[in-house]
């Protein structure tokens, strides 16, 4: 296959080694560039003012290649600092370089039309930019890139158009950035996150004076079409194509003198308009500002806003609503003073009409959930606003019937579990690779996925398989190739449905390397790729080298469906409080499933009518709203920084000389086995290459690991996993976290995650560690001896985590016990409901040992769910395996649901399962 690779004329290299978003490059550059001036402006001797003078060359240097793709400071202000610099004004180009700097880390650029004026920006002072903050609410700013090889006459023209275009009851405000070539303006969508359109016109050129090697690796991969064997007139179209791929929100607008005849076969992304040789300056600015407007809707959030404003009379069921409870009362003032009253005038009851309904949309909610279907990629998005936990159940019940057999991801969240239980599935677990050092599992391999389809195959239960759940990524950051395992598992059960469960990975759409691995872009991907001649082709091929193989045989080969009988069937749940901007509970259902209208869609709003609240919270439900409109205009940016974040947490942490003696970060090769990383690659960030591996790994690994999840390993501190996460960082240092292992913490960075957050952290860490190495340095040989001991401890002695065991006869649908592995779950789990089918054993000392010694099968009533690792090591029906049980006598957590310490494992009585059987028929 050929690759979309753009070749450079005698390039410029854009080092970004130490930095994942340019954001945090251009600022620490501007700093460099601020404290240089600065050095300059105050030297007295030649010699100093030399080295001084020549540091800022450098750094200006340094800035020029990507300067280019900003509007602030714009080209020729930035190239006023060098006849600054030459002509000898060095006071005036410290104070000019100190404004430019303290106006990109304050965003005060923003909000001032006149930015771009060297001038202004030599005299103006740090009240200036205090005031330019804190005035008025400003419009909104984002800039646009044009692409064409203008002329310098040209250049100016256009701006001077646009400029004239600017009318005051223009809802935003946007500034140009010109670049001329294809390549510069793939180059400025990847680093400006400002951007907001793209026009595309018809002079632009192939070749740029730069180039960027980590966007040529992932350009690559983007499109078979050689880019250089393109004809001119196509550069225009194929550019759109690419940046649709790299950044799917932005707006396109396409200039071309090709004929509408011509134009219409061709693949333009998401351009919203063609313009044929028009010089329409107000039309094209009207269009800008209509592009961003659509995005910028929030028509929830907007209905519910101007209810709250709206005088009404509440006689409905609702005494907290419009505040009324609270201002008339004497003792909870206090909450109104607490919350404002605003929270409180946008709350009514569904039923009282003014507001669209959740239950049953046709107005605000409708059209907020139609917009968050096209901001994440969905064919059909729904609202939830009680958590993912009920989406998951929505979309099991939905889906599956009675009888129907599901493959489960074992150490998936409760709720899929309990889901289970309700739609009377047919359970058959997958167990993930194990990380027995850290005490967690890592995700189920696809080897291990497919035997389980083509052991169901050979028995003759292929039609009954109905759905795969797999977690996405996982809670500690595994992430699966989705692509892979959608087109593998359909080419042995075609119309197969997969739930992803995407409770930590909403965000993952923002960014391009990311998005790769999410369920929706991979089903729009798919569905796409299937209906090609060029896939129908390379399927008869593979059909004819598969014909007459083996099972073993097909367990190691890359797997085609047939395009004649596949059915892309995808589902995402995703906790939008998670990752994303939220109100907690907010969550989203993604769809994108051919069969939904006619096969889903009745079943799916039953689902949806069980399990949602008739009186959903209206402010979850806009801050949903809120929340999406921020994913479309501003997630590029977010997410690139919330990477960063997460890498310099990272950096810091194992190559600090003293917190690297107690803590350290696991890395890819510590998280993912060898045999799941084809690509060889160990970190997804080295000192040579900077962060080009990461898009290899993210293109062709089995499993990935999200960067922003940062699994911090304590087992050197002496502290256990549990006992870090709550006496010390929290009740020392104010520090919250999710999860723990046995000797791992696990934190998290977030689109709201700040460098102070960052640095605080550090400083906390360093605290810790410079507080025991004090305590060893005066520690007794013992005490030495005793926190060896603990240490060994946490990092040798754990107990290999089980596998999942079998169900017991009694709950599985046939009596072979070399039969399929799936189980019966609801069966046992209402089994349990009478207590004269139930007994105890205790943990402690030898009864269960005893039990199974005279052969009996210990089969468990219920869930035990420890916390860490937080999924079930039993279910209802499960046998208890001796592996089990020492996994449980090691366990050191106080928090075991399921499971009372006084009593012991709930387990079946022998004649509760005799009767089963008994009144089981024979299969």
């Known amino acids: 296959m050929k690759e979309t690779r753009v070749k450079q004329k005698e390039p410029s290299k854009i080092s970004l080694t130490e930095y994942y978003s340019a954001r945090q490059l251009r600022l620490d550059r501007w700093g460099a560039l601020k404290v240089a001036t600065g050095q300059l402006a105050r030297q007295t001797t030649e010699r100093k003012r030399a080295d001084a003078e020549r540091r800022a060359i450098e750094l200006i240097g340094a800035l020029r290649p990507i300067e280019g793709y900003w509007a602030f400071p714009g080209q020729r202000t930035f190239s006023a600092l060098l006849d600054l610099l030459q002509s000898g004004r060095y006071e005036a180009l410290a104070s000019t370089v100190q404004n430019i700097g303290r106006s990109l880390l304050s965003n005060s650029y923003r909000r001032n039309p006149h930015h771009s004026s060297i001038d202004e920006l030599i005299d103006s002072s740090p009240e200036d930019t205090a005031q330019e903050t804190t005035q008025g609410k400003a419009r909104p700013y984002f800039e646009v890139l044009f692409v064409d090889d203008f002329s310098t006459g040209q250049e100016s023209r256009l701006r001077q158009m646009l400029d004239e275009m600017r009318r005051p009851e223009d809802p935003f405000v946007y500034e140009p950035v010109i670049v001329p070539s294809v390549s510069d303006a793939l180059i400025a969508v990847m680093f400006n996150h400002n951007i907001q359109a793209v026009v595309v016109r018809n002079g632009l050129k192939l070749e740029s004076e730069f180039s960027l090697e980590l966007l040529d690796d992932h350009i690559a991969r983007l499109h078979e079409t050689d880019i250089n064997s393109l004809e001119p007139s196509a550069y225009g179209p194929e550019l759109c194509r690419l940046v649709s791929q790299l950044r799917p929100e932005l707006d396109l607008y396409l200039f071309t003198n090709l004929s509408v005849e011509n134009i219409a076969g061709i693949d333009l992304g998401s351009c919203r308009r063609v313009f044929y040789n028009q010089e329409d300056y107000m039309e094209l600015h009207l269009n800008i500002l209509g592009g961003v407007s659509e995005r910028y809707e929030t028509p929830f959030f907007n209905a519910l806003t101007k209810y709250a404003r709206k005088p009404t009379g509440v006689f409905h069921a609702m005494p907290i609503s419009r505040g009324k409870s609270i201002t008339g009362s004497h003792w909870i003032k206090d909450m109104g003073d607490f919350y404002g009253m ?5 709350e009514t009851s569904a039923t009282s009409g003014g507001l669209d309904s959740l239950l049953e949309p046709h107005g605000p909610i409708k059209k907020a959930q139609e917009l968050a279907a096209r901001a994440f990629g969905s064919k059909q998005t729904f609202f939830a606003t009680n958590g993912t936990s009920t989406c998951n159940k929505i979309v099991v019940q939905a889906l599956v019937r009675p009888g129907d057999i599901v493959l489960v991801d074992r150490d998936c969240h409760k709720s899929h579990h309990y889901g289970m239980v309700l739609a009377g599935a047919q359970v058959s677990y997958l167990d993930s690779y194990p ?15 497919k035997h389980r389809l083509l052991e169901l195959r050979a028995a003759g239960k292929l039609d009954r398989v109905r759905m795969l759940l797999l977690t996405n990524c996982t809670f500690d950051g595994v992430v699966y190739n989705v692509e892979r395992v959608m087109e593998e598992c359909l080419a042995i059960k075609p119309d197969l449905v997969f739930l992803w469960d995407e409770a930590w990975f909403a965000f993952a759409r923002l960014g391009p390397a990311y998005r790769q691995r999410t369920a929706m872009h991979n089903a729009e991907k798919l569905r796409a790729r299937y209906r090609s001649p060029e896939y129908r082709t390379a399927y008869e091929e593979h059909a004819q080298q598969i014909a007459g193989l083996d099972d073993a045989a097909l367990l190691g080969m890359r797997l085609m469906p047939d395009p004649d009988k ?10 939008t409080h998670k990752t994303l901007t939220s109100l907690r509970q907010g969550s989203m259902i993604h769809v994108h499933d051919q069969d939904f209208k006619d096969e889903v869609e009745q079943a799916f709003l039953e689902a949806y009518m069980t399990h949602t609240s008739t009186s959903p919270n209206y402010q979850i439900i806009a801050s949903l709203d809120v929340g ?15 990477v960063e974040q997460a890498m310099s947490i990272r950096r810091a942490i194992n190559h ?4 690297s003696k107690y803590f350290r970060v696991l890395t890819v090769e510590d998280m993912i086995p060898a045999e799941y990383r084809s690509s060889g690659i160990t970190t997804y960030w080295r000192q040579e290459t900077g962060w080009r591996d990461i898009w290899e790994a993210w293109a062709q690994d089995e499993f990935v690991l999200d960067a922003t999840r940062i699994t911090l390993s304590v087992a050197d501190s002496g502290w256990n996993g549990d006992t870090f996460k709550n006496e010390v960082l929290m009740d020392r240092h104010g520090i919250q976290i999710n999860k723990t292992s046995r000797n791992t913490v696990l934190f998290m960075t977030n689109i709201g995650t700040s460098r102070s957050s960052v640095a605080y952290l550090i400083e906390v860490l360093m605290k810790i560690a410079t507080e025991l190495d004090e305590r060893l340095e005066d520690a007794s040989a013992l005490e030495r001896k005793i926190f060896e001991r603990k240490v060994k401890s946490l990092r040798y002695d754990l107990p290999p985590l089980p596998d999942f065991s079998t169900f017991h006869q ?6 072979d016990e070399g039969g399929t592995a799936e189980g019966d779950i609801r069966s046992a789990f209402f089994l349990a409901y009478d207590a004269d089918n139930c007994d105890y054993l205790p943990l402690e000392g030898n009864a269960l040992e005893n039990e199974m010694a005279t052969g009996r099968q210990l089969v468990s009533t219920t869930f035990v769910i420890p916390y860490p690792p937080g999924f079930p090591i039993l279910v209802p029906g499960q046998v208890i395996s001796k592996e089990i049980v020492t996994f449980m006598r090691a366990l050191d957590v106080t928090e075991i649901h399921g499971y009372r310490p006084e009593l012991g494992l709930r387990i079946f009585t022998e004649e509760a399962l005799a009767q089963v059987l008994e009144s089981k028929p024979l299969l």
């Open 342 to 346: 605003n929270i409180f005038l946008a």
């Open 435 to 449: 990380l027995n050092e850290y005490s967690m599992y890592g995700a189920v391999p696809l080897k291990e996925i």
């Open 566 to 575: 596949v059915r892309v069937r995808a589902y995402a749940t995703q906790s």
């Open 628 to 642: 999406r409109r921020q994913v479309e205009l501003e997630g590029f940016e977010f997410i690139q920084r919330q």
């Open 656 to 659: 600090h000389p003293v917190i």
């Open 810 to 815: 009694a709950f599985r649908l046939s009596h």
